[in-house]
């Protein structure tokens, strides 16, 4: 079946502007993760969706960022007033048991 | 708090020869324990986990681990290196609400 899937792939922004990355998880996958890449802080968690319970927002650098799921499926991850520090890969995960997390192949966000 | 450290940021190794990839966790309660692969601008793939029961996991592609309590390790191993092995491994405990916490990544060279 279909795997998780993210857009856009790449994303240039300029310093300032904001930016709304998308998730598709697995299909009845309730949970859902966000996940951060960046070349000095390595792989970061950032937000943790499980159903229709408050997200575990423990992750979130600054309140610049914020994620919402409609409908427990889609997420969307919004970055407000972009720094050049959020230059990074974003990357989405789903799991329908409490072990395995699928993974997106990832939003590459660069701020110039 | 869970934590894991891998030793090693790159390793090369012949093709044909063994691969070691060394990781050690901390964590105050039983861990779940895994191993990802990531090829160039991909997203992370499972490669194989550690829960409960066995000591030894087998995983995709010829891989396998073993959790070691005594020595908090989890070191992956390969017999027989191939070329298309070449990629970047992470090793990740599960923390708290399902959150994966990763060590830093160790990329892995081919040599023909």
């Known amino acids: 079946g279909a795997g998780v899937s993210q857009s856009p792939s790449n994303k240039v922004t300029e310093k300032g502007k904001d930016v709304e990355l998308r998730c598709d998880p697995i299909s009845g996958h309730t949970a859902l993760y966000w996940y951060r890449q960046s070349l000095g802080q390595g792989l970061e968690f950032l937000i943790y969706f499980q159903g229709n319970s408050a997200p575990d927002k423990s992750g979130l650098p600054s309140d610049r960022f914020s994620a919402e799921r409609t409908g427990g499926s889609v997420s969307t991850l919004t970055i407000q007033r972009t720094q050049q520090e959020d230059s990074a890969v974003y990357l989405c995960?789903?799991?329908?048991?409490?072990?395995?997390?699928?993974f997106g192949p990832g939003t590459r966000l660069t701020v110039t | 708090a869970q934590s894991v450290t891998q030793l090693g940021s790159h390793v090369s190794v012949s093709e044909g020869a063994l691969v070691l990839l060394r990781c050690n966790y901390s964590?105050?309660?039983?861990?779940?324990l895994f191993w990802y692969v990531q090829y160039p601008n991909q997203g992370l793939q499972l490669l194989l986990k550690y829960t409960t029961g066995a000591t030894l996991v087998k995983g995709i592609n010829g891989f396998e681990a073993e959790f070691k309590k005594s020595e908090t390790s989890f070191h992956l191993t390969k017999p027989s290196a191939h070329m298309s092995d070449a990629a970047e491994y992470f090793c990740a405990v599960i923390q708290g609400a399902q959150k994966l916490v990763f060590g830093q990544g160790t990329r892995l060279t081919i040599n023909p």
């Open positions: 964590s105050s309660v039983p861990p779940y």
């Open positions: 995960a789903s799991s329908g048991n409490r072990d395995e997390q699928y």
